[in-house]
């Protein structure tokens, strides 16, 4: 088994000319497909999340006014998305595909989410395309069920995970780990318990140095028992809304340096995706591809 969380209710209509490229929840399941990588019984639909399981992560108030949709309009143009109960649902689902394949990994060492990575939704506010924080409610859960004791967040998106690193910042038991562009959105940065913030343009050969060197030594230090990746392919020269140099063959190589390190200490791990927002689809969809290429080559 090879758990890859997806719904077409994932690939949710924006408006003709929105920036993002929600085409990619279409394509990347359909190229695993086509190339073997994943079987048609991979896939399994999430369903929709126990509230109680969001509340232990997100204010009452922001998930009654979501899911009400009664947010402040203000409030509701931060996350980028016209706000509606199709949305809502989506990200109802995208969470609970993240929490059951992080309960799925302890048989199978991997689990995916097509979508999700949604780092930048705080407790009690969304923005930046993120309605509800998957990963951070995925470790909330596995904490809650005793599943996992320590827990470490390799989020390698060219954002900063800021709504993560709010989310625990007092919680010991998940160490959040990110690195991200220093110019990049968000501007005014949170602190996680460990932040690289590279310059613009940095190369494959700086990023991969850092990485490589840095995940081995936290989970020397940290000792977690489940890692959480967020594989955003954002960081590449190519992406819209990244300003880093990465090429493709270099995100991929990010990718087997976290992989080899689960392998290596044994540690089972779910990867949700992330952001992707080069301007020729192709480009996401290979990006995105290369991490279920390398976590079967690895982990199978």
Known sequence: MFPIAFHSIFKHPLPEGHRFPMLKYELLPQQLLHEGIALKTDFFEPEIIPIETILRIHTKEYVSDLLNLTLDPKAARKIGFPLSKELVERELRIAQGTVLGAEKTFETKVAFNIAGGTHHAYSNRGEAFCLLNDQAIAAQYLLDKKLAKKILIIDLDVHQGNGTAEIFQ???????????????????????????????????EDFLKTISEIIPKLIEQQKPDFIFYLAGVDILASDKLGKLGCSVDGCKKRDEIVFQNCERYQIPVQVSMGGGYSPEIKTIIEAHANTYRVAKDILF
């Open 170 to 204: 007092k919680n010991d038991n998940v160490f959040t780990f990110s690195t991200h562009g220093k110019s990049n959105y968000p501007f005014k940065k949170e602190t996680s318990d460990l932040d690289i913030a590279f310059e613009d343009n940095t190369s494959d």
